[in-house]
T-cell receptor, first 113, second 114 residues
Framework: AQSVTQLDSQVPVFEEAPVELRCNYS??????LFWYVQYPNQGLQLLLK??????LVKSINGFEAEFNKSQTSFHLRKPSVHISDTAEYFC???????????FGKGTSLLVTP | NAGVTQTPKFQVLKTGQSMTLQCAQD?????MSWYRQDPGMGLRLIHY???????DQGEVPNGYNVSRSTTEDFPLRLLSAAPSQTSVYFC?????????????FGPGTRLTVL
C-alpha cells in the first residue's frame, strides 16, 4: 500500500533561513506525490506535485521539492522562509484506486523573526 | 465557480445523535472524497466515490455512511455520533484528464461530539 512518512512533526526556523521538510514514501507502483499547505483555520491548498518528468518541481512562492526514487523521498525545501510561511505542511501520495490520497501526519513549520 | 462547499462549518452533537455533513462541488468532478483530520494524525480517508452511484471505503469508514446520487453532491452521514468522531472533516474533489490532477478541498466542518 502507498504511504508517506513525515519525519518531523515540528520545524521551528528563523525568518530568512533555509528550511527542509522531509517526506519519505513507500509504493510498489507508479508514484504521484504531493505537498499540501494548510494555513491556520483554513482548508488544504496544493503547493506542488510530482507526476512524471522532471524530478525537481517548484511552486509559485519559492518552495521546491525533488523526487528521489533511489531514496524514496520527496523533501520540500525553501532557501529563505517568510513569517507568512508559518503553516502545516502535508506530504501525500496517490492511492492505487479512487484518486484519493494517503497523507502523512503533517509538519508544523513555525517561522519566527 | 464556488469550488467545493461544505455545510455546516461548525456542529456540536450529543452522543447517539445523527447528522449529515453536506459537500457539493460545481466543477463537474467525477471523484470525491471525505477525510477527517485529527491532531498528530494528518488526514485519513473515510469514504470516496469515483462517480455517481459508486462509493467505496477508505481507511476509517466505521460509523460513517455515504451515497452519491448526483455528480455534484457527496454527503457524509453519522448514524449515531460518538465522541471519537470529534474531528475536522474535509471534503475534496478531483478530475482525471488523462493524468492525475490535484484534489480541491472544501473549507472543512468542525464537529464536536459530547
Amino acid at each position: 500500500a502507498q504511504s508517506v512518512t513525515q519525519l518531523d512533526s515540528q520545524v521551528p526556523v528563523f525568518e530568512e533561513a533555509p528550511v527542509e521538510l522531509r517526506c519519505n514514501y513507500s509504493s510498489s507502483v507508479s508514484v504521484y506525490l504531493f505537498w499540501y499547505v494548510q494555513y491556520p483555520n483554513q482548508g488544504l491548498q496544493l503547493l506542488l506535485k510530482y507526476l512524471s518528468g522532471s524530478t525537481l518541481v517548484k511552486s509559485i512562492n519559492g518552495f521546491e521539492a525533488e523526487f528521489n526514487k533511489s531514496q524514496t523521498s520527496f523533501h520540500l525545501r525553501k532557501p529563505s522562509v517568510h513569517i507568512s510561511d508559518t503553516a502545516e505542511y502535508f506530504c501525500a501520495v496517490r492511492r492505487n484506486s479512487g484518486y484519493a490520497l494517503n497523507f502523512g501526519k503533517g509538519t508544523s513549520l513555525l517561522v519566527t523573526p | 465557480n464556488a469550488g467545493v462547499t461544505q455545510t455546516p462549518k461548525f456542529q456540536v452533537l450529543k452522543t447517539g445523535q445523527s447528522m449529515t455533513l453536506q459537500c457539493a462541488q460545481d466543477m463537474n468532478h467525477e471523484y470525491m472524497s471525505w477525510y477527517r483530520q485529527d491532531p498528530g494524525m494528518g488526514l485519513r480517508l473515510i469514504h470516496y466515490s469515483v462517480g455517481a452511484g459508486i462509493t467505496d471505503q477508505g481507511e476509517v469508514p466505521n460509523g460513517y455512511n455515504v451515497s452519491r446520487s448526483t455528480t455534484e453532491d457527496f454527503p457524509l452521514r453519522l448514524l449515531s455520533a460518538a465522541p471519537s468522531q470529534t474531528s475536522v472533516y474535509f471534503c475534496a474533489s478531483s478530475t482525471d484528464g488523462g493524468s492525475y490532477n490535484e484534489q480541491f478541498f472544501g473549507p472543512g466542518t468542525r464537529l464536536t461530539v459530547l
